[in-house]
């Protein structure tokens, strides 16, 4: 049996059908530039059904990994700051859609997983991994386990403060995030901030 992995990010939808041994055989990508419910939503579904036509041997269940705090046993994004959402029934909603299990994790936490299972942290006992994008997420792999933490926020390397002072302000709310000042969003920030007018 196969399954789909879909990487919800802060500009694109990424779905692809994975094998067993973890190799990717087919995906399609959706750039997401309104990251209201309704409009994620649809980009998220049409990724998804784009790749199910090439699946050889069945869809036994879809994985996403979306930006922010999840609810594991749920799959409702909690709080997800760079899409402003709130209590987010993503897992419910691709249930009664795809009429599959559906797995929703954080995004950093699945990249931390799927490199330590099939990438460059496979074999090892310890690992951790720091996500860089629209975002900074992270996770943490210790004596061969994925720590998961108090709230699923183990790695949330993001939202911790370097420049609580004289930093920009984050999506969450609190001044000078690692996230806010390094991320590909921080970064044009501070591009913007010496430009000359």
Not at 90 to 103: D, Q
Request: overall charge negative; glycine content about 14%.
């Amino acid at each position: 049996m196969e399954t789909v992995g879909v990487d919800l990010g802060g500009s694109h939808v990424l779905a692809a059908i994975v094998d067993d041994d973890g190799r990717i055989t087919h995906r399609a990508e959706h750039e997401i530039t309104d990251h209201t419910v309704e409009v994620a939503f649809d980009i998220i579904g049409q990724a998804i059904d784009d790749v199910l036509p090439s699946a050889s041997a069945g869809v036994a269940a879809i994985g996403l990994g979306s930006p922010g705090n999840i609810n594991l046993a749920t799959g409702v994004v909690n709080y997800s700051p760079n899409f402003n959402w709130r209590n987010v029934p993503l897992g419910e909603y691709l249930r009664r859609r795809c009429n599959r299990p559906v797995f929703v994790a954080n995004d950093a936490r699945c990249a931390t997983l799927g490199e330590h299972t099939y990438g460059a942290g496979r074999g090892t006992a310890n690992f951790v991994l720091l996500t860089l994008g629209t975002g900074i997420g992270g996770g943490i792999v210790t004596e061969g386990t994925l720590l998961i933490g108090n709230d699923a926020s183990a790695g949330e390397l993001g939202h911790h403060q370097i420049r609580a002072t004289d930093g920009f302000y984050c999506n969450c709310a609190k001044q000078g995030c690692f996230e806010a000042q390094a991320s590909a969003t921080g970064l044009i920030r501070h591009a913007l901030a010496i430009a000359p007018s």
